[in-house]
């Protein structure tokens, strides 16, 4: 297994790892804050980087049934939440593709 290179970003406001601090998203990437995840508030995101991705699953949620794949930290390998691969509902599509990161699993690296 090769060095793990992981991005920096910059910008007004930083999501990170609340563990090792690594760099997850922007403020500007998120696309809402009405969402719950498995420990309480998520955030939804267009774009996440230095995460690695789990194996995809069939998760039955409040708004219906998604296949999922749990994200990572590519540092430490904490759990920070899910990204959608598909929905079942035609009013959940917008969610494909995107990414749920658990707020209480965040800090600020700014």
């Known amino acids: ?3 793990r290179y992981r ?3 910059a910008g007004e406001r930083i999501y990170g790892c609340s563990t090792c601090k690594t760099h997850l998203a922007t403020i500007h990437a998120m696309r809402s804050r009405a969402f719950n995840g498995q420990h309480g508030r998520a955030y939804l995101f267009d774009v996440v980087v230095n995460v690695k991705e789990g194996e995809s ?3 039955a949620m409040t708004t219906g049934t998604h296949t999922v794949r749990d994200i990572y930290c ?3 390998n904490q759990v ?3 990204k959608y691969e598909r929905a079942f509902e035609a009013s959940q599509k917008y969610k ?4 749920i990161l658990e707020r209480n699993l965040l800090t600020d690296v700014q």
């Open 57 to 59: 699953c069939d998760r």
């Open 96 to 99: 494909e593709g995107k990414y």
């Open 7 to 9: 991005r920096y970003l």
């Open 80 to 82: 920070l939440g899910w």
């Open 74 to 76: 590519v540092k430490c």
């Open 1 to 3: 297994m090769g060095m």
